[in-house]
């Protein structure tokens, strides 16, 4: 018998920047899911679509550690507010606080429509690349 010799698999290991868009796209449907329950008046589905998004927020430091810091382009006042985010998300998670939760990285003074704090920290640290201007 031809047995192959066990293998090691081996998972690259997520880039900051990845766990930092996913998170954002992550939390911006559930946020969209909780609007639609409580547009249709379910306020149960509603309170669970904001702890989800809170939830996942409150992993993101431990997500984005320090070595992560170290070889990325975060700052540690990037890093900084990554923990300030999940701290107020896991606060809020224990104090079923559905406020707090709905608006995480929403800062008083903001607009409807303008990017929240997270999009900001990520357009910061990780522009999106300009388009060629045309001669």
Not at 96 to 124: A, Y
Request: hydrophobic share 35%; no cysteine.
């Amino acid at each position: 018998m031809n047995a192959e010799p066990d293998r090691e698999i081996t998972q690259v290991p997520e880039s900051a920047e990845t766990i930092l868009r996913s998170t954002s796209d992550d939390y911006k449907r559930l946020k969209a899911e909780a609007a639609e329950a409580l547009d249709r008046q379910d306020v149960e589905s509603y309170k669970q679509k904001l702890i989800e998004a809170a939830q996942l927020v409150a992993g993101l430091d431990t997500k984005i550690n320090q070595d992560m810091v170290d070889g990325s382009r975060l700052s540690q006042d990037d890093r900084s507010e990554i923990v300030y985010f999940s701290m107020s998300a896991k606060e809020w998670v224990d104090e079923k606080n559905f406020f707090g939760m709905s608006t995480i990285f929403v800062r008083k003074g903001s607009t409807i429509g303008e990017p929240n704090d997270l999009e900001k920290l990520i357009e910061r640290v990780y522009p999106a690349p300009k388009p060629a201007e045309k001669p």
